[in-house]
């Protein structure tokens, strides 16, 4: 099974300032033939489902603000929030997707300081 | 556009069974795989298990193996999970989730159906 650490496990940030999010896998992620890394990051909010925020690593999900990115490749993701809004405290997790068997960091809850 | 809606979630007693199903919409059911995830209070995200196309294969979480089974009717466009021996742990929020194979771009998720297992 690939295993995906993610860290910290609680974020506090000013409004305005940067939130970042690292997350490791046990394997690579990225497929060759399409030079993807099957990587995504969720956000949820308390009573709601995961939210996709960004897929193959880098690619926003439609509708989601510009200053949630994603980067990385191979074994090593980054998820940075650019500025801070007050409706992005959540927890926010990342999974991959390179295997029938889906795997999840542990989560990242973000509040405000 | 993608959609899928989970019904079935309940309360049943530790020992019982209940049956979960996710119909889908928006897509070609049959030419994809199908995943069930689930959370449970407080917790993290956790996959339960897949089914290929065609029902050719499945797979388990090895918390869930010998009691959940995985099926799908493609006729009707419903994917199920069989939740035999339920344990008072197995209470979540169980979600179906539209596979992304390798080569595509991502797994749609549907709203989820809660479980809970207590007596």
């Known amino acids: 099974d690939i295993v995906v650490t993610q860290s910290p496990d609680s974020l506090a940030v000013s409004l305005g300032e940067r939130a970042t999010i690292s997350c490791t896998s046990s394997?690579?992620?990225?497929?060759?033939?399409?030079?993807?890394?099957?990587l995504a990051w969720y956000q949820q909010k308390p009573g709601q489902p995961p939210k996709l925020l960004i897929y193959?690593?880098?690619t926003r999900e439609s509708g989601v603000p510009e200053r949630f990115s994603g980067s990385g490749s191979g074994t090593d993701f980054t998820l940075t929030i650019s500025s801070l809004q007050p409706e992005d405290v959540a927890v926010y997790y990342c999974?991959?997707?390179?295997?029938?068997?889906?795997?999840f960091g542990q989560g990242t809850k973000v509040e405000i300081k | 556009q993608v959609q899928l809606v989970e019904s079935g979630g309940g309360v049943v007693q530790p020992g019982g069974s209940l049956r979960l199903s996710c119909e889908a919409s928006?897509?070609?059911?049959?030419?994809?795989?199908m995943h069930w995830f689930r959370q449970a209070p407080g917790k993290g995200l956790e996959w339960v298990a897949f089914?290929?196309?065609?029902?050719?294969?499945?797979n388990y979480a090895d918390i869930v193996r010998g009691r959940f089974i995985i099926s799908r009717d493609d006729s009707k466009n419903t994917l199920y999970l069989q939740m035999n021996s339920l344990r008072p742990e197995d209470t979540a929020i169980y979600y179906c989730?539209?596979?992304?194979?390798?080569?595509?771009?991502?797994?749609?998720w549907g709203q989820g159906t809660p479980v809970s297992v207590s007596s």
């Open positions: 989730a539209k596979d992304c194979a390798l080569g595509g771009m991502r797994d749609y």
């Open positions: 928006g897509f070609t059911f049959s030419a994809y795989g």
């Open positions: 089914v290929q196309s065609g029902s050719s294969y499945t």
């Open positions: 394997r690579s992620l990225l497929y060759r033939s399409n030079n993807k890394n099957y």
């Open positions: 193959w690593a880098s």
């Open positions: 999974q991959q997707y390179y295997t029938s068997l889906r795997t």
